[in-house]
Every structure is written in structure tokens, then in C-alpha cells.
């Protein structure tokens, strides 16, 4: 059983920056590939990033190469979403998941573990 908390959402100006970070429970947080989801009002949940569990190997959605960048901290069960530039467009709930033993997770349901979401609000 794995719990998930993210934080450091935020009301923001088009332009920033923001670290979002979501903590893991559990002693095996290595062995877990960790993704970011994120849900617009009025819109379906859309893959942001992964990072795989064997070698902290990133991917990305279209929309996110270039101004995301998901790391992992395996020593303090932490999962990190790095966001610049932030637009108007990036105003959504974001989530983290979590997946045992299993690498290039692209959909919501392949994930087994979610947490309850940081909101992310870009004004303009």
C-alpha cells in the first residue's frame, strides 16, 4: 500500500514557476514508476510526465517537453514536477500516481495509486 501526497500548488502569474512535490509512505518507494496527471476544469485527465522506477528515465507529453521536468528523490520518497513558464493553459489539479515495478506508464489507469491533487492556478 503506497499513500500519496502532493503540495506546493498555488495561485500564480503567467510567466512562473513552480516545484510541485508529492510524498510517498512506504519503505519501497524505489520500486515504484511515479507519473504526473493533470485535470483542466471541464476536461478529461491528460499524462503529464513519468519517471521510471529502474533508472529515474523521464518522459514527457508533447505539451510538457521543455518547460516540465519530473525528478525523483529515492532517499526521501519524493516525487518532484518542475514547471516554468507557466500559462494560463497549465491551470489544472495535478496529480501524482504510483505503479509497482513497472516502466513507460502513459494512462491513468495503468497506475494503482493516486494522490488527492495540488491546484495549480495560472492567471494571466
Known amino acids: 500500500q503506497v499513500q500519496l501526497v502532493e503540495s506546493g500548488g498555488g495561485l500564480v502569474q503567467a510567466g512562473d514557476s513552480l516545484r510541485l512535490s508529492c510524498a510517498a509512505s512506504?519503505?519501497?518507494?524505489?520500486?515504484?514508476?511515479m507519473g504526473w496527471f493533470r485535470q483542466a476544469p471541464g476536461k478529461e485527465r491528460e499524462f503529464v510526465a513519468h519517471?521510471?522506477?529502474?533508472?529515474?528515465?523521464?518522459n514527457y507529453a508533447d505539451f510538457a517537453k521543455g518547460r516540465f521536468t519530473i525528478s525523483r528523490d529515492n532517499a526521501k520518497n519524493t516525487v518532484f514536477l518542475q514547471i516554468y513558464s507557466l500559462n494560463p493553459e497549465d491551470t489544472a489539479v495535478y496529480h501524482c500516481a504510483a505503479k509497482r515495478g513497472v516502466d513507460y506508464l502513459y494512462r491513468g489507469d495503468e497506475y494503482d495509486y493516486w494522490g488527492q491533487g495540488t491546484q495549480v492556478t495560472v492567471s494571466s
Open positions: 519517471i521510471s522506477w529502474s533508472g529515474g528515465i523521464p
Open positions: 512506504g519503505r519501497t518507494f524505489s520500486g515504484y514508476t
